[in-house]
């Protein structure tokens, strides 16, 4: 099987799979706020995301071992791959250790003595904060198993478990109601359940399909001392993530209330659905450009990074357009009372990741370098300015949505500091990327808001003709796409796909 063939197989695998888990997440998003109520939701959402903050450790593990578990199969060392992995889960354990006893102090602390909470749903917070943790260690030792299938391009175990995951939670969520006890408490030790169900599905796959899965104790100090030094420049750039996301969030519990977290929370649901369109696509492309750099197909990999970029907009973009003109009905059809600023929210999340989402493959690029010092240090410092100017702004008076702008504003700035390091680290063309991304990007967005604009004020407003509408909407963008966005190749190679389909379908297709 082709490199290309094989990305597109796996794209395929994990983009119809994402349109399952979208569905069924969303829905389990309105069973959970009709059931728990937008209290009891926001404080769920911000109580977890005081856990979450940890999530910089595993973030940057699980960064690093992708790269060094590709990387070596890369090379074709299967006997250094189990050294590899072997020393990956202990350094997991590690972290599981340090995560525990970071939360259960500095973090329990915090959540009792910082946060936001109604006096009589203090109990419950700390029930969920206990799950939350447990919950989250489980979750950081299933990283070395997904890094490794997702090393190994099996893309369709990753789809099948992660689709029996959110089946789960959405069994949670119509289970809670059934019961007299607290419900933000039974659907916090429900949702642990289905963690621990997941790492031990995760495992048990790796063990049987992968050699390399097998743990023995093994300490290459040489070694781990060069994937401390990776991760440790991860480690930064999983911080900075913490302080966008989880940090603003408490921030604006400080300053406001748990209904503005839920907003925040239901803003961030419909963002992460959206967003795992081009994750998928670029969790398909990465191991392909670190594979091709390690056995020095540099212009290959290349290649790939700016297809990537390119395509990861396209992807986010024929959702997002839809989404951000008819977020309105969206919601009110979803969540029937969404919180207030949920709709605004939504849609500056939307535009902030969608943004974010042309970095994917770049991002993947300086990890393939290995040279991700100065990388993470210049622009994990420019992300971190998403919290003091969150906080400016929210101390003059500002509304609850001016992190979210703070965050936009950022995020461009951010991306044009990836492109100009990422040129002098691995010999990336600014001039291409212009050319062959950007330019490409901007007429089709322009072309593509213009007419499906024209098209929202041309027909009514109702359920029905949203329907129509977003139908309509997606087909337009697509077709701008594959027109402007594709070049004659990419056009060629999409039509020669199509054909080849047919044809295992119905032989006599020509």
Not at 153 to 158: A, R, V
Not at 323 to 348: G, H, I, Q
Not at 400 to 428: N, Q
Request: charged share 15%.
């Amino acid at each position: 099987m082709s490199n290309t063939t094989r990305i597109a197989k796996n794209t395929i695998f994990l983009y119809f799979r994402q349109i399952l888990i979208m569905l069924v997440s969303l829905y389990t998003v309105r069973v959970v706020l009709n059931v728990l109520g937008a209290e009891d939701y926001g404080i769920y959402n911000v109580v977890a995301g005081v856990v979450t903050m940890f999530s910089f450790l595993s973030g940057a593990m699980a960064s690093a071992s992708q790269r060094y578990f590709s990387f070596d199969l890369g090379k074709g060392d299967t006997e250094h791959l189990k050294i590899t992995f072997s020393l990956t889960l202990t350094i997991y354990l590690i972290v599981a250790v340090i995560v525990f006893f970071l939360a259960e102090t500095a973090g329990l602390w915090f959540v009792l003595n910082k946060l936001s909470i109604p006096l009589e749903r203090v109990s419950a917070a700390r029930w969920i904060y206990q799950f939350s943790i447990i919950s989250f260690v489980f979750t950081i030792l299933t990283g070395p198993f997904m890094a490794d299938i997702i090393a190994h391009e099996d893309m369709n175990i990753y789809a099948y478990v992660s689709i029996i995951e959110v089946l789960l939670k959405l069994g949670v969520a119509f289970s809670v109601k059934f019961f007299s006890v607290d419900k933000l408490i039974l659907y916090g030790f429900l949702m642990l359940v289905v963690t621990v169900i997941n790492t031990s599905i995760y495992r048990a796959i790796c063990k049987k399909k992968y050699p390399e899965c097998k743990y023995n104790f093994c300490w290459d100090k040489e070694y781990v001392k060069e994937m401390f030094g990776f991760t440790g420049w991860n480690l930064f750039g999983s911080c900075v993530g913490v302080f966008k996301y989880q940090l603003v969030n408490i921030l604006l519990n400080q300053f406001f209330n748990p209904i503005v977290n839920a907003a925040r929370g239901i803003a961030f649901q419909v963002n992460s659905a959206v967003n795992s369109f081009s994750q998928n696509f670029s969790s398909a492309l990465k191991p392909q450009i670190i594979k091709s750099w390690a056995a020095e197909n540099k212009d290959e990999s290349i290649s790939y990074v700016l297809r990537g970029c390119k395509f990861t907009f396209f992807l986010m973009w024929i959702f997002t357009l839809p989404l951000v003109l008819e977020m309105n009905t969206v919601l009110s059809v979803w969540l029937k009372n969404p919180p207030e600023y949920a709709v605004l929210f939504t849609r500056l999340a939307l535009i902030d990741c969608l943004i974010e989402s042309v970095s994917y493959p770049i991002m993947t690029l300086a990890q393939a370098t290995g040279k991700v010092k100065v990388y993470q240090s210049v622009v994990g410092g420019i992300l971190l300015l998403n919290l003091p100017f969150s906080w400016i702004c929210l101390s003059l008076g500002m509304p609850a949505y001016s992190v979210f702008v703070v965050a936009i504003i950022i995020c461009i700035l951010a991306l044009i500091t990836r492109i100009i390091i990422v040129k002098y680290i691995s010999g990336f063309s600014i001039k291409l990327f212009l050319k062959k991304v950007i330019l490409r990007c901007f007429i089709v967005t322009v072309f593509s808001s213009v007419s499906s604009i024209l098209l929202y004020r041309i027909l009514p407003v109702s359920i029905l003709f949203t329907v129509i509408k977003v139908i309509i909407d997606v087909l337009l963008v697509g077709a701008f796409i594959f027109v402007i966005g594709f070049e004659k190749s990419e056009r060629n190679s999409v039509l020669s796909f199509i054909k080849t389909k047919l044809k295992k379908v119905n032989p006599l297709c020509k």
